[in-house]
């Protein structure tokens, strides 16, 4: 009895054991590998069809006990940042879909994004993201880059309030006369010879005096680029101001949504702007370097 003991105690700590950094060929800044797995009514979900959001990749099994119990603590940080466009994949390690399904039913998981493969560790996925035990779990960026690897649930939703609320960014990436950040963030701002042409610590700065062209922005820890534009005329109007589907230009245009977090929605060009698919809530309507705002109903 006591030898039975023993091995099932090794069989769960060889299952369910953390990934160990040195295990895992994946490393944080790489490109997370393509999943491509069946959902409970067959149908195919793959993670790069989750492009744009936030993603945790969880992976886990049916016997894992460690695994499940982590779940109830997922669910309340899924629940308070999916709106914030944080999604999770969960993907199982089960051979078995039923009881892989049964597991499902019980655990009540809430996120749309469930599957599977039924190959257990021959599963490819284990080789393609260097799984040492079910319990591994990595954290994904908008572009499919790995940001953290087994996080426990506190440094989880740490992370995801740094990313969603506390991050610097800047808009709008075509400026005429001013650019914002998201938070009080020091910057500077070089020209095209390397000239620091302003610098300071701000949320909006005014750039009417800047010639035409493209800066190099340094703000926080960040480096990225803006155009410096100048208005045009007659300058674009838009309406209406609070909508629920579309809003409509006075000309073609070249046109850019970001939230109030600075996070760049979508953008792209025309007269006819889609906005269905955006949470409630007040957003910034950047057209040719001029910024407005509207509220989506």
């Known amino acids: 009895m006591k ?13 369910c054991l953390h990934a160990e950094t040195e295990q895992i060929n994946l490393a944080v800044g790489d490109k997370a590998p393509e999943i491509s797995v069946l959902d409970p009514s067959n149908k195919t979900i793959t993670l790069s069809a989750l492009k744009g959001k936030i993603v945790l990749v969880n992976f886990w099994s049916s016997g894992c006990s460690p695994c499940r119990l982590k779940h109830p ?22 051979t078995k879909k039923d009881q892989w399904l049964t597991a499902l039913r019980y655990d009540r998981m809430p996120w749309p994004n469930q599957g599977v493969d ?12 260097g799984l040492a035990g079910t319990l591994s779990s990595f954290l994904i960026d908008e572009e499919g880059t790995i940001l953290k690897i087994n996080q426990t ?17 800047f808009y709008p990436a075509v400026a005429n006369e001013k650019i914002y ?35 190099t922005l340094k703000y926080e820890e960040k480096t990225e680029k803006f155009l410096k534009v100048k208005p045009e005329s007659p300058a674009v ?20 949504i970001y939230n109030q977090r600075g996070k760049l ?7 006819t702007i889609d906005v269905r698919k955006l949470p409630l809530g007040v957003y910034y309507l950047s057209v040719e370097g001029n910024i407005h705002s509207f509220f989506k109903k």
Request: glycine content about 6%; hydrophobic content about 40%; charged content about 20%.
């Open 153 to 169: 649930e506190i440094e989880l939703e740490q992370t995801l309030h740094y990313l969603i609320f506390d991050q610097p960014r």
């Open 265 to 271: 929605e979508f953008k792209g060009n025309g007269t």
């Open 237 to 256: 109007t838009f309406y209406p101001t609070r909508t629920e589907d579309f809003i409509t230009l006075s000309r073609d245009a070249d046109y850019y």
């Open 118 to 129: 039924l190959q257990g560790w021959n599963s490819k996925l284990v080789t393609a993201y």
């Open 3 to 15: 030898s039975f003991i023993t091995t099932c105690i090794l069989f769960v700590i060889s299952c």
């Open 181 to 215: 950040f998201n938070v009080i963030s020091k910057y500077s701002i070089i020209d095209a010879n390397g000239y620091v042409v302003l610098k300071g610590r701000a949320t909006e700065v005014a750039i009417g005096s800047l010639a035409s062209g493209e800066y």
């Open 73 to 94: 603590q997922l669910i309340k940080i899924y629940n308070s940042y999916k709106a914030y466009g944080f999604d999770i994949m969960s993907v199982s390690l089960d």
